[in-house]
Nanobody, 127 residues
């Protein structure tokens, strides 16, 4: 079992930045592919970003590419960050961290491959 805890959410003005963190504990003896998803009220969960278990390959959703950066502090991806710059009101959502046991690079943008999920952290961007 892997437990994920997100932190760093909050209320910011448009154009400003936030950095989210996701800390993994439990069965972290092996690296996982880690992803960030978000869900706004009344919307479906949306892929934001992911970092493969190799610690190097990263993926971004079209709406955040160029503004958000995902990173890992170690080879196990047990602590990852999502640096969010130039925030927009449409970035307002609950942001979830997720971990996938698969080593596959296929479908990293799909929530179906992720085995563990955090409780989420609220990000609100005011205009």
């Amino acid at each position: 079992q892997v437990e994920l805890v997100e932190s760093g959410g909050g209320l910011v003005q448009a154009g400003h930045s936030l950095r989210l963190s996701c800390a993994a504990s439990g069965r972290t003896y092996r690296p996982y592919t880690m992803g960030w998803f978000r869900q706004a009220p009344g919307e479906e969960r949306e892929f934001v970003s992911a970092i493969h278990s190799d610690g190097r390959t990263v993926y971004y959703g079209d709406s955040v590419r160029g503004r958000f950066t995902i990173s890992s502090v170690n080879t196990k991806n047990s602590l990852i960050y999502l640096q969010m710059n130039i925030l927009k009101p449409e970035d307002t959502a609950v942001y979830f961290c997720a971990a996938a046991e698969t080593q596959s690079r296929v479908n990293v943008r799909s929530e179906s491959i992720y085995d563990y999920w955090g409780q989420g952290t609220q990000v609100t961007v005011s205009s």
